[in-house]
């Protein structure tokens, strides 16, 4: 009988030592579900996309829940800051002028900024040919901020607007005669589109790490001690073959990048 009861207890201790969802705070994440394929909101309003793939993902790892909280791209870092989210996982690029505010984890992807004008625009390296050009941004990304600092002295006429899908109704109606943003999202959120029909990438593609960071990352409030979590569970799921799960629904190239 001692046996038994012994037993009986190293069981329930087993149990109850096991890692589960309960067992921590959920995670509250900031994303702004308005830029496909990263993130959006499906027919029946669920959000959809590689970062909200990636999240959940790496929640998993973590063993904790997700609660996801939509936001305003431009009112990410704000909400972060008064604990309203925890992190923010909506493609943020990590720059030096974002890590004054917050800190990020090492980057989950990594790629170019692009222009998007009507096919057929010649633009040289110079981009001299963007004088008095209308030119769609996101308010409050790093977008706007390249665009403001390098494209307005060369004469184009910045538009911040609230989200890019904003800027894509207004670059097909004519209003604006282009916008740059990342490149992989122009191609599957407007390029491939009916809507992105008859534009194209115009110049080069835009690396600058002045302007566009060491890639994408997550971002904490300062301090935070789940910087070094999320990064660890960023290389798990790298390693375990859950990231190329994730990221072949939605691309045929490595979006991690070098």
Known sequence: MKKLVLLGALALSSVLSLPTFADEKPLKIGIEAAYPPFASKAPDGSIVGFDYDIGNALCEEMKVKCVWVEQEFDGLIPALKVRKIDAILSSMSITDDRKKSVDFTGKYYNTPARLV????????????????????????????????????????????????????????????????ADATLLNDGFLKTDAGKGFAFVGPAFTDVKYFGDGVGIAVRKGDALKDKITGAIAAIRANGKYKQIQDKYFDFDIYGQ
């Open 117 to 180: 004008m009507k096919s057929g625009t010649q633009i040289s390296d110079g981009l001299t040919e963007l004088k008095g050009k209308n030119i769609g941004v996101q308010r409050g990304s790093i977008h706007e901020r390249f665009a403001r600092e390098v494209l307005a002295p060369l004469g184009a006429e910045i538009k911040p607007y609230g989200s890019q899908n904003e800027i894509y109704l207004d670059v097909a109606a004519g209003r604006l005669d282009g916008t740059v």
